[in-house]
Every structure is written in structure tokens, then in C-alpha cells.
């Protein structure tokens, strides 16, 4: 709304010539097939179509592959077709094994679609894997690194070349190399640097951030009406009719634009002021001539409407929102979160969980303030442990225990050991003491304890601000208003850290917390004009909120970022991705 | 083959070989040395288990090495030419290699891998004499492709072509040795694609070794767990799945940790349980309430909520008696409470809830209580439309005087509004409430008494 920002903000480079490198090459692609037909969702039956030749555009995924063959059912009725899979972004070899195990190798070609970037709006871009989350971080599976690399490469050689890299995290590290060596192979040729620096950071770095409730207007909408590809479809609660409608949600949307980092608390006036502007806009016709009211007619009034339109839809959201937050108790949940942020009356916290599951409430949200309060208590006491355990696997089902494997896999929900504890203590007295000690004491036992340090990495960044302060939403001061000014998001807090110092020395005691992974590297070559272009890449993917703070921060220093992300992400998507109980 | 001999001596003693070297060489080469220590190690076993025959199979009489390797060449050919395609239905295990000389490819390449023990010994050599020396980035450099054969590519440049989806052979790599040379440089590329592939093409063929092998490669192991997982055989789990109770009965033997096998041996007996009560209850309350599904395969707490629903006065020696669930599977005091709170409002059987939280002491008084505070006690009644007078006992239970006015309000229990404004005095109050009342009901009636009353001592 009321951002002034710092007037030297640079511009954004154009994204859009990465969407028709794409669509040009999937069309060369599809012509080269004669008179393609239709393009069929792969779906696990039969194709009817009367074409003698079928094409599928698919994810390389072995289980996509093998729907192909049964609905490639008709080689068995004697009927002849040609076949052709495309993969996009890449193929990859263990899918044609299938197809050779099959039998299909031949009759079916294969060719690929190298689509990676999917420009989502002015400043995100996607690469549309969500699966990237769970293969890289629970399977331990590298296929999507090359691909990473591969993107980190077209971007690098249309808008490139950065002249500074920083990075957080194994996989970032691995797709630094990967990119690095696709560099060396191709020939680089001095170009205009409309990127300046990039960032690239995992996401098991910051488990917390997108486990939390988003209050963002955007993040919101994600969490309840959930955005497809920067698509969203209002059912007919809020359209108030008996229709759902698709809106495309990105700065095109004129009054989205303006609330979508918004806290929601500040929307609803915002909007109704916007309505009130509107009536007067609409007003003014009255008592014009006609040639004004020509003038009126033709130039002002089909915007005037356009912005009805949207206005009336994110009030219909807004007013949707309100009704199922105060149905599920949403300002008690929230309560909950800040304890445990803060961690201050867990008993409190573990008890409303518990009530939580046993109402059998939302599965996905009990386990969601699980996990967000083992890794805040740096894993959970061994009694309150099995308690809810037990307690979680009688209401939604004893399948969940691989759910729990799942979790305990990637440190989100852990027991405490024995020896642990000490953190505990360590947190405990380090409260009482000043910081200085506390360092101290951190050192000693952080060899001790390995898991998540939340607490300390709280403390040593600041991420909690004193809750006796009073925080005004509508003019935030600092990163936390995406959380009610509960919480900085730590991902953005390290970008934030990392730009200031413009390098990790500093922040070695965070980085050590962080289990390390962090690297930067400068290219003397590259210079730049683009310095505060910054590009940021989420891998396994970032959450509307930490894109909000970081349109925040870049206001506030003058920056401009471009998020890449290998998806979209929320606390539902993540821990979905995460079950374990369909087997 | 004969002929091949010096080529490959070359290629051992080149400065090629030692080309392939890595900015952290401590790491890689310590790597490296472990797959040569591991190798060593099982060819002695191999040889100790006197297990020839195996090793035989291993390396190129067996057809999986020639199918799965040959798809990759495949592959990466029919990108190139498409009108062969029709030929390609027809290669399968059995058929020889010579007929595909128009590859470019090279027989005596193809027993490459079979010269044995001779082979280690330049390659450790090698290994050695390069470690001492100093790794020059230019030599890193020269991957010409004037090469005669392409199954003369080094591991590295092997993965490097792949990588780019170029053809590459992988018959040379023959040798446990060399496959997992290939696989360690895979791993190194950090592409799950190519660790994948690697894995599949060179490495199925040694599965018995493989797992040994790989325990020392957890990236690797990562990925071939992760592929298997993928191209499981659904059919056959949907089999499984509906024979889940023989599948969990066995599962009981396996070695699930202590506290996980009490889970599933609860489940298993949950099961059991289900299919008694699927079947039993009266016919009437199932004709006034009819299931939506059927109670098998639901969670123990939804199982619980059916039996408070349709079983709930049933003696606990049925096995479909809500109490007898409870002592069964441990359910603890509150998520019991919950439970049948939730289902009993649901039948809107108040009286049934209030035995539930009535209890009794020693002097024969009763008294409410509730594992759960009663403010949520009267959050689930109201979910489930419970009356005003039902509603109204609930919110007097709550302890917190400002939280249950609060309720009061928001459930216009009027008695209790007016009777809290009464015991504080606040005239003002209670002045107020009079406005939120509905004209000439009883409400109004006793408020307007109460401000008349000449007997209470009001505070403003």
C-alpha cells in the first residue's frame, strides 16, 4: 500500500523470453509430428482416438511411463499406432529401461521438451517440480540437480552472468557445480548483465518458515484456495454465485497487486476504501455533458469495471477467509505457533495439539505443529514423544507410522536422545545469562547436540522480537509483519545477512548451527551495472510469505529480487509430500 | 583383441587417466582407493567361495549385461535416426551383438573387460604414480573427439557424454572394479539420472555383490532404493493390500523396533475387532441412521466414534462396546472424553453426556467433571447444534469467569449473563444486556426485576 521504498530500486529484467524459447520449441517439436491430434492428459486408461499417431508430454516419471504402456493397450488388438513420448524438462534413463523392459522401445520414440523456467509473474519463476522435495530430501535422489543446473544455466546465459554466487546447503552446492561445468562446456559470450548476484539456498536450511500459518494476504490464499501455477479457482463461496471462477493471480491484477503482501488484517479496510474510490469514480458521471460523458464511456469506465470485478472477488476471498479461519480457531492455532516460536509455555501448546488430534481435527495440520514443535524444542521429550505418537496413529490411522519414518528422516519430528537434554539446559541458562556467555556456553555443548539449534539460530539472528513491544502491522519495521511480527523468516533473515556483509564472514557460528554447506564465489570477470538485481533460489521450494519479506527487504535496501523456485510451496504441500500412509 | 592389448596399456599409463583429477584429491582419491580396497576384498571372497561359475555369469555370458547395456547405445541412437525405429521391437537378450556392427562398435572392445586380474595391477600403478604428481587444471582439458572408438571413453568423459545424452558404450566396463569407477564418477557429477543409469545398465547384473557394495555408497544406495521403490509392481501391492491382515500377521515378525511393533500388533488386533463390529449392532438405529462407509481399515478413534454411535449402551463384554475399545487399545482418559462427547452430541443424547461428566463422591454429591475444559466441551456441543438449556449447564461449568461470560454471550445463555452482572453488581451492565434481549421475554422480565430490587447493593 503505503510503501514509499527507496526511489533507486533497479528494474527487473523481462521474463517473458523465457516463455517463448519454451512454447517455440515445443512447437518445433510438435510439428515435427504430422497433424497432432490433441494432446491427452496421461491418465491410467485407454486413448480413444481415431489418429494413427499418439504423442504424450510428460514428466520424466517411471510410473507416468508405465500408464503409457496400458494405455498403449490397443498393440495387443492389433491395431497399429506410432507413439511418442515427449519428457520435459529431460528424459532420463530409467524410464526408457521401462520402456525397454516393456517391449515398447521402437514403437514408441521419445524426444524432449527442455522447459525449465516458467515465469510465474515479474519476479518468480518456477520450475514447476514439486517433486523435487521429496526426491532430493527424503529419497535422496539427484535426477533434479543437472536439471537445477541446467536452469541456473539459461538464466546465466540470457540475463547473466552474475557476478557474485552465494549459497546455503548440500544440494545448492552440487547444483552450483553442475551449473559450473554446463558453463565450461558451452562457449560464454560476453553479454549485458541484467542479474547481478544470485542465492541459492536448500530447504531443509529453513524447516520452520514454511511450516508456519501464513498471514499474507497471497500466502493466505495459497493456504486455503491453494494456487495452481499462479492460477486460482474461487468456488462459489466466493463468487457468490453458482459458478467457480479461474483468476490468474500476478501484478497484472491491479488491486491484488497492491494487497497481496499485505497482512490480512490490513486488507479489509484497504479494500473497502478501494470501494469507496470506486463509488466516487463511478459518481462522477453524474452531471456531465454528453461529450465528457463520451470521454468517460471510452476511456476510464472499462476500467472502472475491470476493477469491480476484481475488487468484488477479493472481498468475496477476504470474506470466505474470515469465515473458515473463525470456524477452525485460527487465532488460538496462531497463538500456539507464537508460543512455540518463542518458546514459552510448551506444556500449554503440547496440550492443544493433543485436544487437536484427538478431535481427530485436520491430519495434516496436527502434523504440521508437531513438527513445529520438535524442531523449535530441538526434537520432543521421549514421554510427550510416544504420548502423541500413539495418540496421532489411533485418530488418523496406524499407516502413519511410515509417515512418521518419513519425518524422523528428515529431522522434523524427533525424539529427543538422552544427552540432549543439555540443549535444554543450555537454552535455559542462556537466557539467564547475556549473550556473550551464552556464545560461549553454545560452543561448548553444540558438540554435544547435532539436530535443529532453533533456538540458538533465534537468539544469535534475532528472528523473535520481543513480544512486549507493540507492533504496528501496517507500517512494519523489519521482515516479522509476514508473521503478525511474530517471527523473521530465517531463509530471508540469511539472504539479508549475506547481502549486508556481501560474504558469510560473520555469521560462522550460524552457519555451524546450520550443519555448514555454505559457499560464495566471485566472478571477476562480471561486472556489473545489476549489482542490486538479485536473484534467489529456493531449492525444494519457498513459500508466497518468504517471497512477500523479501519484496519487503528489497523496498527497504534498495534491492530488487527475482525468486526461482523449484515450486511453490506451503505447510500442506510439504508435509503431503511427506505421508507415508498410501501405500 | 590382441591387437587392443597396447592401446589399453596406453590408455592405463596416459596422461589422460591422470588427467581426471579433482580440485579436493584427498576426498576422491581416499574414495577411490576404498572402491579398489572393496573390490579386492570381494574377488578374494569370490574366489575363497570357490564361486567361479557366478563370476562367469557376471561378466558377459549372461544376456541381462548385453540387453541392458545395449539400451543405453540404443538410446541415445534413436535420437539420431528415426527411420530405424521399426527395428527396434525386434532386439531383445537373445539376440548376438555382431549384428549391430553399424554402430561403430568395436569387437575386440567388447572382451575388453574381460581380462582379469592382469588388468589391476596398471590401474593401481597408475593410481599411485599420480597421486605424488601435480594436478595442472590444463590437463583436465583435451577431451578430443577424434577418438577411433567410443568405447574408449574414460569413466569420466563416459558419465561427461551421457550426461549430454551423447552414445556411449558401457560393454568396457566389465571389471567390478570399472563399474563402480563409473559409479563413483556418477555420483561424483551429482546427477540422479546418471547414478540411476549407471546402476541399471552396469550394475543389476551383480545384484548379490551390489548390496555390499553399496552400503559404503549412500548416494548411490539412495538411488537404486529409490528406482526400486519406483518401478514396483503395483498389481501386485493392490494384492497385498487386500490380503492386509495375513500381510500384517507377518509383518509381526518382523523386526519392527519394540514400540512400533506394539502399534501394529494393535492394529492387527483393530482389525480383527472391525470385522465383528461390521457386522453386529440392531438393525433399527442403523435404519435411522444409515453408514456412509463401512468401519474396516478406519482408524481406532473412528472406530471408537462408531461404536459410541451405534454401540454405545452395550455391555463391555462385546467386543463392540465402546469400553471394552477403550480398556482394549489404552485409549487415554480425554481422547475417550472426546470421543464420545462428539458422537453422543452428534445423536443429540444430552442426557447421555451428562452421566458422562457426572461423577460421584464419597458422600454420595455429585459433581461435573471433564478431562477437558469445559469451554471446549461447549465449543463441540455447539458444532453440533446443541439447545440453548444444554448449552447454558456447559458454559456455568466453565471456571474462568470473563471466558465463560464471554461464552454466554456468544450462546446467548442469558441466565448466566445476568446472573454473573447480578453477583458482580454492575448495575451499568446489566443495563446494558437489556438492549440484547428480546422485548417482553422472560429475560427482560428478570433483569428489570432485578434492577428494582431494593436488595442488592449495586457498585455503580
Redesign the interface.
Known amino acids: 500500500m503505503a510503501h514509499s521504498g527507496r526511489r533507486d530500486s533497479p528494474e527487473l529484467p523481462d521474463f517473458s523470453l523465457l516463455k517463448r524459447l519454451a512454447r517455440d520449441q515445443l512447437i518445433y517439436l510438435l510439428e515435427q509430428q504430422h497433424e497432432v491430434d490433441k494432446l491427452y492428459k496421461v491418465e491410467y486408461k485407454p486413448i480413444i482416438s481415431t489418429s494413427d499417431q499418439v504423442c504424450f508430454l510428460i514428466r520424466p ?3 507416468t511411463v508405465k500408464w503409457i504402456y496400458v494405455a498403449n493397450a490397443d498393440k495387443a488388438a492389433g491395431k497399429f499406432r506410432r507413439y511418442k513420448i515427449i519428457f520435459t524438462p ?5 524410464c ?3 520402456l ?1 523392459e516393456q ?5 514408441v ?4 521438451w527442455a522447459f525449465y523456467l516458467l515465469p510465474l509473474d515479474d519476479d518468480i519463476i518456477s520450475l514447476e517440480l514439486p517433486e523435487f522435495f521429496r ?1 532430493n530430501f527424503l ?8 536439471t537445477v543446473g541446467s536452469a541456473l544455466h539459461l538464466l546465466h546465459s540470457i540475463y547473466g552472468p552474475f557476478s557474485k554466487i552465494y549459497g546455503i546447503g548440500r544440494c545448492a552446492k ?2 552450483y ?2 551449473w559450473k ?1 554446463q558453463v565450461e ?1 558451452g562457449d560464454t559470450k560476453a553479454r549485458q548483465a541484467e542479474i547481478g548476484n544470485a542465492f541459492l539456498i536448500d530447504r531443509d536450511v529453513d524447516y520452520i518458515t514454511p511450516l508456519c500459518s501464513q498471514v499474507v494476504y497471497e500466502g493466505l490464499v495459497d493456504d486455503i484456495f491453494r494456487i495452481k501455477c499462479g492460477c486460482v479457482e474461487f468456488g462459489h463461496d466466493v463468487t457468490s454465485s453458482d459458478k467457480s471462477v479461474k483468476v490468474m493471480l500476478n501484478s497484472q491484477d491491479k488491486v491484488f497487486s497492491e494487497i497481496r503482501n499485505e497482512h490480512f488484517s490490513n486488507v479489509f479496510s484497504f479494500l473497502s476504501q478501494k470501494a469507496r474510490n470506486l463509488q466516487t469514480a463511478y459518481d462522477k458521471r453524474r452531471g456531465m455533458d454528453i461529450k465528457q460523458m463520451k470521454t468517460f464511456v471510452s476511456e476510464e469506465l472499462k476500467g472502472l469495471k475491470q476493477e469491480h470485478r476484481l475488487l468484488s472477488l477479493h472481498i468475496g476471498a477476504c470474506e470466505s477467509i474470515m469465515k473458515k479461519k473463525t470456524k477452525q ?1 485460527f487465532q488460538e492455532l496462531l497463538k500456539t505457533e507464537h508460543s512455540l516460536l518463542e518458546g514459552f509455555e510448551i506444556r500449554e501448546c503440547i496440550s492443544f495439539i ?2 487437536h488430534i ?3 481435527v485436520s491430519m495434516i495440520e496436527s502434523l504440521r505443529l508437531l513438527c513445529l514443535l520438535s524442531i523449535t524444542e530441538n526434537g520432543l521429550l521421549p514421554k510427550d514423544f ?2 502423541l505418537k ?2 496421532y ?6 499407516d502413519h ?1 511410515l509417515t512418521f519414518a518419513n519425518l524422523r528422516q528428515l529431522g522434523l519430528l524427533v525424539e529427543q536422545q538422552p544427552g540432549e537434554t543439555l540443549t535444554v539446559m543450555e537454552s535455559k541458562v542462556g537466557k539467564l545469562v547475556n549473550d556473550k556467555t551464552a556464545g560461549k556456553l553454545t560452543d561448548a555443548f553444540s558438540s554435544l547436540a547435532k539436530k535443529s539449534h532453533f533456538r540458538a539460530l533465534s537468539r544469535k539472528l534475532n528472528l523473535v522480537p520481543k513480544s512486549d513491544e507493540e507492533y504496528d502491522l501496517r507500517v512494519p519495521r523489519d521482515m516479522a509483519y509476514i508473521f503478525s511480527g511474530a517471527y523473521i523468516p530465517l531463509s530471508c533473515k540469511l539472504i539479508e545477512q549475506v547481502l549486508e556483509r556481501d560474504s558469510w564472514t560473520g555469521l560462522e557460528e550460524v552457519t555451524k548451527l546450520l550443519n555448514g554447506h555454505e559457499f560464495a564465489f566471485t566472478d571477476l570477470r562480471a561486472k556489473s551495472d545489476a549489482q542490486r538485481i538479485i536473484l534467489v533460489m529456493f531449492l525444494g521450494g519457498c513459500t508466497f510469505s518468504e517471497i512477500s519479506a523479501l519484496r519487503f527487504l528489497g523496498r527497504e535496501r534498495g534491492y530488487k529480487f527475482i525468486v526461482v523456485t523449484t515450486a511453490i510451496t506451503n505447510s500442506s504441500r510439504l508435509i503431503e509430500a511427506l505421508l507415508g500412509n498410501k ?1 | 583383441m590382441m591387437k587392443n592389448k597396447p592401446d589399453e596399456e596406453d590408455y592405463w599409463n596416459s596422461s589422460k587417466f591422470k588427467a581426471f583429477t579433482f580440485d579436493d584429491e584427498d576426498d576422491e582419491f581416499s574414495r577411490l582407493k576404498e572402491s579398489k580396497q572393496a573390490v579386492n576384498s570381494i574377488r578374494s571372497l569370490v574366489e575363497e567361495e570357490d564361486d567361479e561359475d557366478e563370476v562367469e555369469k557376471v561378466s558377459w555370458s549372461g544376456e541381462p549385461v548385453g540387453s541392458i547395456s545395449w539400451s543405453v547405445r540404443e538410446t541415445a541412437a534413436s535420437n539420431q535416426k528415426t527411420q530405424r525405429e521399426h527395428a527396434f521391437p525386434k532386439i531383445n537378450a537373445s539376440s548376438p551383438s555382431v549384428s549391430r556392427s553399424h554402430s561403430g562398435y568395436s569387437l575386440s572392445s567388447l572382451f575388453k573387460g574381460k581380462t582379469k586380474p592382469g588388468n589391476f595391477q596398471p590401474f593401481t600403478d597408475s593410481l599411485s604414480e599420480s597421486s605424488v604428481k601435480l594436478y595442472a587444471p590444463e590437463l583436465r582439458k583435451p577431451k578430443s573427439e577424434s577418438k577411433d572408438y567410443i568405447s574408449d571413453w574414460s569413466p569420466e568423459e563416459t558419465i561427461h557424454r551421457m550426461q549430454q545424452g551423447k552414445v556411449v558404450s558401457l560393454e568396457r566396463f566389465r571389471s567390478l572394479q570399472d563399474k563402480l569407477l563409473l559409479l563413483d564418477f556418477s555420483v561424483r557429477a551429482h546427477d540422479g539420472n546418471i547414478i540411476t543409469a549407471v546402476i541399471l545398465f552396469t550394475l543389476t547384473s551383480i545384484i548379490r555383490v551390489l548390496f555390499r557394495e553399496l552400503e559404503s555408497r549412500q548416494t548411490a544406495l539412495r538411488h537404486f532404493i529409490h528406482y526400486l521403490t519406483e518401478i514396483r509392481d503395483h498389481r501386485l501391492l493392490l494384492e497385498l493390500l487386500s490380503k492386509r491382515r495375513d500381510f500384517l500377521k507377518s509383518c509381526l515378525n518382523l523386526p519392527f523396533s519394540p514400540e512400533e511393533s506394539a502399534h501394529v500388533q494393535d492394529h492387527y488386533t483393530l482389525l480383527e475387532r472391525q470385522i465383528i463390529i461390521e457386522h453386529a449392532g440392531k438393525v433399527e438405529i442403523f435404519q435411522k441412521f444409515p453408514r456412509r462407509a463401512s468401519i474396516l481399515n478406519m482408524p481406532l478413534i473412528t472406530t471408537l466414534y462408531y461404536c459410541c454411535f451405534y454401540h454405545y449402551n452395550e455391555p463391555e463384554g462385546t467386543y463392540s462396546s465402546p469400553l471394552n475399545i477403550r480398556h482394549t487399545f489404552r485409549i487415554s482418559e480425554k481422547q475417550y472424553f472426546v470421543t464420545v462427547l462428539a458422537a453422543r452430541a452428534k445423536l443429540k443424547a444430552w442426557s447421555d453426556l451428562d452421566a458422562l461428566f457426572t461423577s460421584r463422591n464419597w458422600l454420595g454429591f455429585t459433581k461435573k467433571k471433564s478431562p477437558l475444559s469445559f469451554h471446549r466441551v461447549v465449543d463441540i456441543l455447539q458444532k453440533n447444534s446443541a439447545p440453548t438449556q444444554v448449552l447454558q449447564e456447559y458454559v456455568g461449568l466453565v471456571d474462568d469467569a470473563d471466558l465463560r461470560i464471554g461464552l454466554a454471550q456468544k450462546h446467548k445463555c442469558h441466565d448466566i449473563v445476568i446472573n454473573t452482572y447480578r453477583d458482580l453488581k454492575d448495575r451499568q451492565l446489566l443495563l446494558g444486556y437489556r438492549g440484547k434481549v428480546e422485548r417482553g421475554s422472560a429475560e427482560e422480565r428478570k433483569i428489570n426485576d432485578l434492577l428494582d430490587s431494593p436488595h442488592i447493593r449495586w457498585k455503580n
Open positions: 516419471r517411471i510410473q529431460q528424459k532420463f534413463y530409467a526408457e529401461a521401462v525397454e517391449g515398447l522401445f521402437g514403437d520414440t521419445t524426444d524432449e526426491d529419497a535422496g535422489d539427484q535426477r533434479w540437480v543437472r552440487m547444483a557445480e553442475s561445468e562446456e480457531d493433543e485436544e484427538n478431535r481427530q510416544r504420548a500413539a495418540q496413529l489411533q485418530s488418523y490411522g496406524v507410522l501405500v
